[in-house]
């Protein structure tokens, strides 16, 4: 199976400052038809996941600009350019690329 | 607006069984592959299995821990996604959410609990 491997797996931040989660694949995400498979999750307290990105950089419908997703082969990042207080949650990447498919083990945002 | 809405959880002894459903809205469910993820108490998120569209075949996928004993599948006549499950264990104690192709969108999740 292809492990997700996420950093930090807390992350303390201020409001009004930039946050950056980390996501390693343990194989390359590229698939035979050229696209690369890797999703990003937010998930508030209390409630179900939430897509935010979808194939390393595409925003969901409704998702603020401020959220934005790199990365390319094995190496993906997260980055929250200005962190607000509903930013708090668990957020987890997703490789779809191979089955089965795997998530991160998360990481936790939490306001300073 | 797409919805999910999963039912059927609840409390059953180890080595019992449970169906979950999940009632689709909003999108031609015909068309998607649809899959199952769960969560544990306090834990990460795990993917159960899918269930590809009928034009794509319509067959099934399960990791490993699930293999033989959940089963899921789908009555496109009624936008309807199952899961049956088995032999349930108590570490298969989750909420289980119902989701959209890649997890494009999520249900509110039903929870099973496996006691001893």
């Known amino acids: 199976d292809v492990v997700m491997t996420q950093s930090p797996l807390s992350l303390p931040v201020t409001l009004g400052q930039p946050a950056s989660i980390s996501c390693g694949s343990s194989?390359?995400?590229?698939?035979?038809?050229?696209?690369?498979?890797l999703n990003w999750f937010q998930q508030r307290p209390g409630q179900s996941p939430r897509r935010l990105i979808y194939q390393v950089s595409n925003r969901d419908s409704g998702v603020p600009d401020r959220f934005s997703g790199s990365g390319s082969g094995t190496d993906f990042t997260l980055k929250i350019s200005r962190v607000e207080a509903e930013d708090v949650g668990v957020y987890y990447c997703?490789?779809?690329?191979?089955?089965?498919?795997?998530f991160g083990q998360g990481t936790r945002l939490e306001i300073k | 607006e797409v919805q999910l809405v999963e039912s059927g959880g609840g409390l059953v002894k180890s080595g019992g069984s449970l169906r979950l459903s999940c009632a689709a809205s909003g999108f031609t469910f015909s068309n998607a592959w649809m899959s199952w993820v769960r969560q544990a108490p306090g834990k990460g998120l795990e993917w159960v299995g899918r269930i590809k569209s009928k034009t794509d075949g319509g067959t099934t996928d399960y990791v490993a821990p699930v293999k033989g004993r959940f089963t899921i599948s789908r009555d496109d006549s009624k936008n309807m996604l199952y899961l049956q499950m088995n032999s349930l264990k108590t570490e298969d104690t989750a909420v289980y959410y119902c989701?959209?192709?890649?997890?494009?969108?999520w249900g509110q999740g039903t929870l099973v609990t496996v006691s001893s």
């Open positions: 997703m490789q779809g690329t191979h089955w089965p498919i795997t």
């Open positions: 194989q390359s995400l590229v698939y035979s038809d050229g696209n690369t498979y």
């Open positions: 989701t959209t192709g890649l997890a494009g969108r």
